[in-house]
């Protein structure tokens, strides 16, 4: 039967109508999504795949648990040439849809705390990435960390200038304070 679990969307449809929405909101997802992560979740608990779910809600991000078929489907459909029938376990697809790195970098995270979730591979700018190439991009910084390191960037220059007047202005005054001093 189909079913929402608490914690994950997890579809294993049994009529022909249920098919077609969990279909549909893979479809939905995969239409929305920055890039994918796909994870072997079959040696976690509960209690840690509700963990994982909420880090990565926090971030924007989903998790989506289907059978290997309907993924493949969706892809299919959308001209992705992902072979799902590849990934080992059972599948779960973490989408970004924010910033297209705080899945990956999220899933990476989690998963170096629970070993017994797998990355398996996943889709970034529109190619099939493997584990490895997750492991590069999770190790590059985030949106916000780069915005920050622009606005760092771009300030340094701005404030050396206003340290360089200011001191001119500085040695003004103790020129000054030393004429007044010795004029006392």
Known sequence: CLWKHRFFNIYMPKTK?????????LQEALDKQQSMVFVDYSGLGVKELSQLRKQLREQGNRVLV????????????KGISID???????VAAV????????GIKATDTFRKDNEQLEILGGYFEEKEID?????????????QELLGQLVGTLAAPISGFANVLQGNTKGLVV??????EKKQ
């Open 84 to 90: 799902v029938k590849k990934l080992a376990g059972q």
């Open 131 to 143: 584990k490895a190439e997750i492991g590069v991009l999770a190790s590059l910084p985030g949106k």
């Open 17 to 25: 109508q249920q098919k077609e929405e969990a279909v549909q909101e």
């Open 175 to 180: 020129a000054l304070n030393a004429i007044k």
């Open 66 to 77: 289907a059978k290997k078929t309907l993924l493949g489907r969706v892809f299919e459909e």
């Open 95 to 102: 989408f970004s849809f924010e910033d297209p790195l705080s």
